[in-house]
């Protein structure tokens, strides 16, 4: 499965596209979309133009969200290291700026596995209130030796993360880290971490307001659920999040049989490869279970596949 809509929604705030001729109608209550359509390309629109447009409207310094979308990937564009640095610049006319969402690219604009990002450790350093942070596409990405005293929520979306950016995480001084979502893929994609790999995080010794734990789009989600299943994490997490992966009976039972599953507010595996039967176990650990969107094997001969949601 690949992206194929907009973020509609970030940080519990509507995303809508700016508009140079509109402005900024509602600076504290919608996150603004940059992004430069194929159409708007044609046309001779580069990002850089429509960035400084942007910035220069009077009530930018008071907006809370951005959404960077499409920065002219058409037009060859590939890496995000131009649009960093353009934020970076501008960090002292967006004092405001709470929410940041760096990609929010969609496949018929480019594969998430196609995606080029960079080193993004600026944008930290820079916007020094940031609170909720989220990037799509994994390569060449670096966090560098990221330190944050106000990050809230991190997301990194991919379709394979590879371990060096995980390590770059799990070394993060992130005080204040209530949301960590990892989209872990696949490793034909080059997400190439193991279960050994997230032991770290699984301890409970790193990120001590962590209320939400997301191992999520895994092709060995079984593997993660034995792991987590009785990890010590679980005794602080409010949320755990194993949905868009390859989850079966296996991993599944050992969810069912933990006796700290139970104390979660919210277990999500939804996209998931468990047997109805499986499934109806789950209507009896007394907590909010989402186990929705079951899908099939794939059969090749004698042999089975199991994909993740989101992976080229």
Known sequence: MAINEHLTEFARHRVTDWKAI??????????????????????GVCWADKFNQFLADPKADQVIGLVIGDWGLWDGMQDSTKVVKALV??????????????????????????????????LFRAYPQLEQFCVRGTNKLSFGQLQHQHLKSLTIQSG??????????????LPNLDHLELWLGEENYGGDATVNDLQPLLSGNLFPK?????????????????????????????????????????????LLDSSLIPNLQKLDIHFHFCSEAVVEKFAH?????????????????????RYVAVSE
């Open 89 to 122: 610049e501008a960090a002292d006319r967006l004092p405001n700026l709470k929410a940041l969402f760096l990609g929010d690219v969609i496949s018929e604009e480019c594969e998430i596995s196609w995606l080029e990002q960079g080193d993004i450790s600026g």
């Open 210 to 254: 962590l209320t939400y734990l997301g191992l999520r789009d895994s092709e060995i989600a079984d593997d993660i659920a034995k792991a987590v299943a009785n990890a010590p994490v679980l005794s602080r997490l409010k949320v755990l999040d194993l949905s868009l992966g390859t989850l079966s009976d296996e991993g599944a039972q050992a």
């Open 285 to 305: 650990l007394g907590i909010a279970v989402d186990t929705s969107e079951p899908q099939k094997e794939h059969i090749y001969g004698n042999e089975s596949w």
């Open 22 to 43: 509109e402005g900024i109608a509602n600076p504290l209550g919608t996150m603004y979309r940059l992004r430069v359509s194929y159409e708007e390309g044609e046309e």
């Open 160 to 173: 394979g993360l590879g371990l060096s950016v995980i390590k770059e995480i799990l070394a993060a001084q």
